[in-house]
């Protein structure tokens, strides 16, 4: 049993054993198969695991199978000296196993190092760069510090919503920038965007006599829209619209500080007012606006008057209200 597990572990080991021809049933040859492989086997902790070349026993060869000619005798001193260099191999192959050292020394090639990294910036002490393309550009100026000229250039470049991809031109507002009455739409038609100019179509001429009814001259009036790009189709703002523009009328109305505040229709006078109430509603009774309670009167867009000209007579009223307030102020 211990024979055996000697040889299935030299087996195992890379150790083969096996009898040269022509010499005695003693002498035999120890070769051992990828020596390295006895380098990195630590020794068996149990003595029974060490090979015992006295108990391996290598077949008998059959003598010249042709039965004629001579035979061929072996040679006493070449078994000798094959015996003796067997027996020395067998014992240095045994220390191997029980140190754990290897039986032959083996030349390794050294590996590669590893790519060299560069060092980091903590250790080096060099700051890394920075991009400073956009830290060195000044922070975007709030609308409500814009002046005249700041608050126009970014009316013309605004893209806060879907609007801008459909426009030919921003409508920024016309008139006097010192007016006490300020008046305003709510969105630009086919006419203001090919122009860039608000109430120049058939509702603004209308407009224009109307003012002019009241013996004020367009000129003396600011204009402004709720936005400032054509909706498709003339349809009304969206909610998203009017809140991404909605921060530019407010600032418009700053910059003019107008005493009197007059929305013309209901989309204008809902999203100036912010409620939801009906034009209605809203016309004909005062309201305001901001912190300074600017007087506002809502009442309705010329364009209405062009489809229903029997209702003049009602604006008619609202432009006598205007009147009578612009007379009371101070001059």
């Given at each position: 049993m211990e024979r055996a597990r000697s040889r299935q572990y030299l087996k195992a080991m890379g150790v083969v054993l096996w009898r040269q021809r022509g010499t005695d049933a003693d002498a035999m040859s120890v070769a051992v198969e990828n020596d390295w492989a006895l380098e990195d086997a630590a020794a068996p902790s149990s003595p029974h695991f060490v090979a015992n070349t006295s108990d391996v026993r290598a077949p008998q060869h059959p003598a010249n199978e042709q039965g004629s000619g001579p035979r061929v005798q072996p040679n006493t001193q070449s078994a000798k000296s094959t015996s003796s260099s067997a027996h020395a191999g067998i014992a240095a192959a045994r220390a191997a196993l029980l140190q754990g050292a290897p039986a032959s020394p083996r030349t390794t090639t050294p590996a590669k190092p590893p790519a060299s990294t560069p060092p980091a910036a903590s250790q080096t002490g060099v700051k890394p760069k920075q991009n400073t393309s956009a830290t060195n550009q000044p922070p975007a100026t709030p609308v409500t510090d814009l002046d005249w000229p700041a608050l126009e250039s970014a009316v013309a470049n605004c893209q806060a919503c879907q609007?801008?991809?459909?426009?030919?031109?921003?409508?920024?507002?016309?008139?006097?920038?010192?007016?006490s009455l300020m008046l305003v739409g709510e969105a630009p038609g086919a006419?203001?965007?090919?122009?860039?100019?608000?109430?120049v179509g058939?509702?603004?001429?209308?407009?224009?006599?109307?003012?002019?009814?009241?013996?004020?001259?367009?000129e003396q009036v600011y204009i402004g829209n709720i936005i400032k790009c054509r909706p498709p189709y003339n349809r009304d703002p969206q909610p998203e619209e009017i809140a991404a523009c909605r921060a530019f009328i407010e600032r418009q109305i700053e910059l003019v500080e107008p005493h009197l505040l007059v929305c013309l229709g209901r989309i204008a006078a809902q999203a100036l007012l912010q409620t939801s109430a009906s034009l209605r509603d809203l016309r004909g009774r005062w309201h305001s606006f901001g912190p300074s309670q600017i007087p506002v009167l809502v009442t309705y867009h010329p364009s209405y008057y062009l489809r229903s000209p029997t209702e003049k007579a009602r604006g008619w009223d609202d432009l006598q209200q205007i009147a009578r307030r612009l007379r009371k102020l101070p001059h």
């Open positions: 609007l801008c991809t459909r426009r030919n031109r921003t409508v920024f507002g016309s008139g006097d920038r010192q007016a006419d203001e965007d090919r122009q860039g100019e608000p109430f058939n509702a603004g001429q209308l407009l224009t006599r109307m003012l002019t009814a009241i013996e004020l001259p367009r």
